[in-house]
């Protein structure tokens, strides 16, 4: 006898994939190119991969005495420490007062998702979120399905093709007192030091949360201090805060999604307490984290030599997409592309926009099959000797024509 399933009223779900991809695979151009991906690429057109993270995945993979037990659910310390001194430096002042802490998470959103149950738990008269980044983050929706009300702010200008470091001001000055600041994608929006003064007296007047997020330090300017510098600023002025670390786009182990979520407090007691917390939370969501990834990971941090190497193949593929956009802005330029270019190589990272208007991008796309998100922010490291004249080709064709339609 047929019983009624207590699925039949369950949706088929949107593929996570997204439409763009989703097109970019029924093509059956041969020249289609897809400049939208999220790893950064070689010039062979495969996810790239760090020399030592090879080399010490073989090592691992061999050695004998690795005891496969469960990890503690707080992650491994060996890892946490090291991620620590990668993000602030061993001698910084928070880690000589023993006041920054973390726990390991999985996959890039697994530090907003600890974090978000936090504050929904612990913080609930702040259950507002602004998020401020270079372009719209996934995180939005996992505060959205904690019960948190988002707002969204982007610090690019498409009217004036640049990234504008006064948005995020704007924002914190209409920040209600409490709320929660989600600050993506800082590095690439230069503050003056009297910029910086002026944000952190406007959050530490309205006592805003901080909420940074660091997807990938060391691939924005190939230095990695730099990449974190900003948190020096929020130390010294005593904020405490939630950091969002991921380590995986930077140590090219993508299918390993290993994070941290650093946590920054006044005192070591504060800290314990909430790192008690944010372990309970965790044991519900994952209880034990995975460990190949933050075993490649520790064995190259805590190596000299192997971290040498390791930041010296981020300063390569930071140069080449230095080069890269160059290369770029330059075959525009000689192709007599209408407008100016400079706002290709001003942006920092493998990620940047191409200043293009939505008419534009559906010319790519349709008429030339190079498919590149709604916004232009394209993936610079998927442009190679062999694709960068049709690409640049393609832009100044896309340009010129929209440009003659205007007329």
Partial sequence: MPTLSVFTDVPM????????????KQDDDPNKMFLAYKVCMTSEGRPWVSSVVRKTRMQIAQDPSLNYEYTPVMGMKSFIQASLNLLFGKNSQVIVENRAGGVQTVGDSGAFQLGAQFLKTWCQNSQ?????????????????DMGFTVYEHSFWDSAHLRLD?????????????????????????????????QLMTLMKSKEIFPFFDIPYQGLS???????????????????????????????????EGVGTLVVVALNNQLLLRVLSQLTNFARALWLNPPTTGTRIITSVLCNPAMQGEWRQSLE???????????????????????GSWDHITEQKG????????SQQVEYLISKKHIYIPKNG???????????????????????????????
């Avoid at 007192?177 to 030091?193: A, D, K, P």
């Avoid at 080709?393 to 440009?403: G, L």
């Fill in 377 to 407: 922010r394209i993936n610079f490291t998927c442009i190679n000797s062999y694709n960068i004249d049709y690409i640049t080709a393609s832009i100044n064709e896309a340009v010129c024509f929209t440009k003659d339609s205007e007329k």
């Fill in 13 to 24: 779900a949107q593929k996570l994939e997204g439409s763009l991809l989703k097109a970019y």
């Fill in 221 to 255: 300017t190939g230095d990695l201090e730099e990449d974190a510098i900003f948190l020096h600023y929020f130390v010294s002025q005593g904020f405490e805060f939630f950091c969002s670390q991921s380590l995986s786009k930077n140590f090219g182990i993508y299918d």
């Fill in 165 to 197: 470091p006064n948005m995020l001001l704007d924002v914190a000055e209409h920040a209600p007192h409490g709320c929660i600041f989600v600050i993506g994608s800082i590095g690439n929006c230069r503050l003056t030091s009297i910029q910086w003064t």
């Fill in 128 to 144: 507002i979120v602004y998020i401020v980044s270079s372009q719209k983050e996934p995180h939005g929706l996992i505060f959205q």
């Fill in 316 to 338: 390569g593929v930071v140069e080449n997409v230095m080069m890269t956009k160059e290369k770029v802005k330059e075959k525009l330029r000689l192709l007599g592309t209408p």
């Fill in 350 to 357: 493998s990620h940047s926009y191409l200043g293009l208007n």
